[in-house]
């Protein structure tokens, strides 16, 4: 089945220590997006790639960064996580940007910081 | 600034019917989404509306009125199993998924 994955689901580290999350996909969609979930609230969008092209929303902290090697892999990396960014990390896919196409979600990796 | 309303939750009864409002002021709209959310999982995609009127798909339906800024989810014979939060998402102007905090709902036996 066509799919979005999402490596490790559940990830601690310790304060400022440096992690890396990673989601796959085998729907081969061109736009790979990453959210940050907080208890009972809304997904809040971090970035985007358009194949490529890397599109970081205004208000995404320096202390997120992203990766696109090719069209089936995107990493997460907070270079030092605070106690704040303890949250569920969302990937999701969708077919094109600029049109009306359904996002389609990983699992999510709960992120714990201690 | 652009905003999704809907209420943080709601209870029902199993076998029920509940409806789950969502109203929204957003530039531009291309189109509002439901997603489904079980505690700790990730969003599945429930249903699509770009245009007025209802969408039916099996047991959840899903309405929209464009000129009022509203939807709304229709959940019938409830399951425990739809005991979950349900996010209501509108695509705007710039095709950027604008999130609603969802609605939790609880099923009652």
């Not at chain 1, 940050?36 to 609230?41: E, G, I, N």
């Not at chain 1, 902290?61 to 949250?87: E, K, M, V, Y």
């Not at chain 2, 509203?70 to 950027?96: F, H, I, P, R």
Request: charged content about 15%.
């Amino acid at each position: 089945d066509a799919m979005v994955i999402q490596n490790p689901r559940y990830q601690v580290t310790q304060f400022g220590k440096p992690v890396t999350l990673s989601c796959s996909q085998t729907l081969n969609h061109n736009v790979m997006y990453w959210y940050q979930q907080k208890s009972s609230q809304a997904p809040k969008l971090l970035f985007h790639y358009y194949d490529k092209d890397f599109n970081n929303e205004a208000d995404t902290p320096d202390n997120f960064q992203s990766r696109r090697p090719n069209t089936s892999f995107c990493f997460l990396d907070i270079r030092s996580p605070g106690l704040g960014d303890a949250a569920m990390y969302l990937c999701a896919t969708s077919g094109r940007t600029g049109e009306t196409d359904t996002q389609y979600f990983g699992p999510g990796t709960r992120l714990t910081v201690l | 600034g652009q905003n999704i309303d809907q209420p943080t939750e709601m209870t029902a009864t199993e076998g029920a019917i509940v409806q789950i409002n969502c109203t929204y002021q957003t530039s531009g709209f291309n189109g509002l989404f439901w997603y489904q959310q079980h505690a700790g999982e990730a969003p599945t995609f429930l249903s699509y509306n770009v245009l007025d009127g209802l969408e039916e798909k099996g047991r959840f339906s899903s309405f929209l009125s464009r000129s009022k800024g509203y939807s709304y989810l229709l959940l019938k014979e409830l399951q425990m199993k739809d005991s979950a939060s349900y996010l209501c998402a509108v695509m705007d102007s710039n095709y950027q998924l604008i999130w609603g905090a969802g609605t939790k709902l609880i099923i009652k036996p």
